[in-house]
């Protein structure tokens, strides 16, 4: 097995689960990897019901010795109760509010691991959790596969139809065993650099973080493990812009001339002195525009820093060389007050602006 096998031959997945896998952009064994926790939660706190005390967030294995459904006449309004026990001997009570679909889920007999907070039920007596985390802890299930599932930090991922975060943790649990290596795209050289960890020991992290790792960076998505997936993302997106920034100076474009008339008409176009900045940048553009392909560009400034009227300018240099100008806007609204400021701007020049938004009809356009 190797990255891009298809996810289906990954152990526990088949064709069913795999239609479901590939909706969610899950075709092959690296998109899975790939498919990260929104979330973790710590279950390392594995106690016996006999220890708990009202008020922790705590992890129980026990099995489950009665099970009702009560309060309501519409039985999707009624809450649903069971009891649990473990060795112990002692007994803790899980409570769900309008939930009569466990009914059939969560049966006498099951072994489960439940987690949430513990709390002193004052009606009945007793310890409680209402609304717990709940995994059902299947009788073949090995003791080596409930360790993904409770007694841990343990990743959340969105459900993908009826495969639910547990599926998903055996599901990324064998294919990480079943991948003898997985080679690190990343140049050595970038990653000693930066100090980012070797892509497999990313991975195990990011699904399976040590107990030592802290949850709060974990949940803000800058844990070692996140830092480097994160980067990966962004080198290759960036390496990406890189080659078609690359092409593109390469295709042939319009050498635009900054001539004379051009400089008269944009000195008498400016509605007051242009700043020096204002100067450096048009300087910039020119020296692109004149160059024999496509200008790859982009102007940064505060609002009311005059990028406008840099683009302007810009527009008076293609004019001038015997071309139209299209100015692009994102919104109807900023169309329209881009048209407002330029046309104030261009006319006195002779020259004819127009305004053609996604509304207009063909007629008008």
């Known amino acids: 097995m190797n990255l891009s096998t298809p996810v289906m031959y990954v152990k526990g997945v088949g064709p069913a689960r795999a239609a479901l896998l590939e909706a969610k952009g899950i075709a092959t064994v690296e998109d899975l990897l790939a498919y990260a926790p929104f979330r973790y939660e710590d279950r390392s706190n594995l106690k016996p019901v006999a220890r ?38 002692r007994q803790l009570q899980a409570k769900w509010f309008h939930a009569a679909y466990l009914e059939g889920i969560l049966r006498p007999g099951l072994k489960v691991a439940v987690y949430g907070k513990v709390e002193w039920d004052s009606y009945g007596g007793g310890l409680s959790m209402m609304h717990p985390e709940f995994e059902i802890l299947a009788g073949e299930e090995d003791q080596g596969e409930a360790s993904l599932h409770v007694g841990r930090i343990v990743p959340i991922y969105e459900a993908a139809g009826k495969i639910t975060a547990r599926i998903f ?19 050595e050289q970038v990653r000693r650099r ?44 960036e390496c990406g812009l890189a080659l078609k920034r690359r092409r593109a100076r390469r295709e042939p474009g319009i050498a635009f001339e900054l001539s004379a008339r051009a400089r008269e008409r944009i ?56 071309y139209q100008v299209a100015m692009l806007a994102p919104t109807e609204i900023l169309a329209t007050q881009h048209f407002l400021y330029l046309k104030d701007l261009f006319v006195p020049l002779g020259y004819r602006v127009a305004l053609v938004t996604g509304s207009a009809g063909p007629s008008e356009r």
């Open 52 to 89: 708990l005390a009202p008020g922790e967030m705590a992890t129980v294995i026990a099995t489950v010795r009665s099970a009702r459904l009560s309060g309501f006449h519409r039985r999707d309004l009624g809450m649903f109760e069971v009891m649990l026990d473990d060795a112990s001997g």
């Open 169 to 187: 943790r055996k599901l990324i649990h064998n294919a990480l065993g079943a991948l003898e290596t997985i080679e690190d795209p990343l140049p």
């Open 194 to 237: 930066r100090g980012l960890l070797e892509r497999r020991a990313a991975l195990e992290r990011l699904h399976f973080p040590p107990q030592e790792e802290d949850l709060r960076l974990l949940n803000a998505f800058r844990s070692p493990a996140q830092l480097r997936v994160i980067f990966e993302e962004f080198f290759w997106l």
């Open 267 to 322: 000195k008498m176009m400016l509605p007051f002195k242009p700043t020096a900045a204002q100067k450096r940048v048009l300087g910039e553009i020119a020296r692109d525009m004149a160059a024999p392909h496509p200008m790859n560009r982009l102007l940064q400034g505060d609002v009311g820093s005059g990028k406008t009227l840099v683009a302007a300018q810009a527009a008076v240099i293609a004019v001038e060389s015997g």
